[in-house]
């Protein structure tokens, strides 16, 4: 089973930071948090990951908190572009299983 | 190089049929993976290669079968599939499974293979 939980669904004004929760209570002290995301009929996309300090990179930030039982990911200037599933996965670097949960639908709004 | 590809992109087949769907990178990556992706639900995890050998069965079928012929390529064979195995089959790989570190276990996904079962 997946160990994180997402909202369904997000709407973000084209332009604007869209921020998207990941909610990961049960997170042990070595799985990090990756996130990916999945554009209509194609792969998954990789995005980001981190352990436990914020991360960022030229598609997005990833800022988990300091219990690292949630984070967000921060799209910061949203085009039509990033409309796509988003899913958190929490993963143990040792574990070959990579179970991936319902994820979150950003839809932008032109 | 630093895609995943595969092949076909679109497979119909026939109940009775053998047919395969290929994977191949080029990353120098040691572990590759198949998911099974139905209509608006997330990917589901089949099968785990991990340097060649066989880690993970998710209780998948028999009809489908897992093959890795060297750390390059990945195939999966189809026999007498059912119209519910109709689904997008989407292979991934990651650099070095089982280690700690940036990047070592990010997966790169191929563009998926859409099966349809008649």
């Known amino acids: 089973d997946a160990k994180t939980t997402q909202p369904p669904s997000m709407d973000c004004a084209e332009g604007r930071a869209a921020n998207l929760p990941c909610n990961h209570s049960?997170?042990?002290?070595?799985?990090?948090v990756y996130w990916y995301r999945q554009i209509h009929s194609q792969g998954p996309q990789y995005i980001i990951h981190?352990?436990?300090n914020n991360e960022t990179n030229e598609m997005a930030s990833l800022i988990i908190t300091e219990d690292r039982k949630s984070s967000t990911l921060i799209l910061p200037h949203a085009t039509l572009r990033d409309t796509a599933v988003y899913y958190c996965?929490?993963?143990?670097?040792?574990?070959?299983?990579?179970?991936f949960g319902k994820g979150t639908r950003l839809h932008i709004l032109p | 190089d630093t895609e995943v590809t595969q092949t076909p992109k679109h497979l119909v087949m026939g109940m009775t049929n053998k047919k395969s769907l290929k994977c191949e990178q080029h990353?120098?990556?040691?572990?590759m993976y198949w998911y099974k992706q139905k209509a608006k639900k997330p990917p589901e995890l089949m099968f785990v290669y991990s340097y060649e050998k066989l880690s993970i069965n998710e209780s998948v079928p028999s009809r489908f079968s897992p093959e890795c012929p060297n750390s390059s390529l990945l195939n999966l064979h189809l026999h007498a599939l059912q119209p519910e195995d109709s689904a997008l089959y989407l292979c991934?790989?990651?650099?070095?499974?089982?280690?700690?570190?940036?990047?070592?276990?990010?997966?790169?996904f191929g563009a998926g293979s859409r099966l349809t079962v008649l």
């Open positions: 991934a790989s990651s650099q070095i499974p089982g280690q700690e570190g940036s990047g070592a276990n990010v997966l790169t």
């Open positions: 990353m120098g990556h040691r572990a």
């Open positions: 981190g352990l436990k």
């Open positions: 996965i929490v993963r143990d670097y040792r574990d070959d299983k990579i179970i």
């Open positions: 049960t997170i042990s002290g070595n799985e990090y």
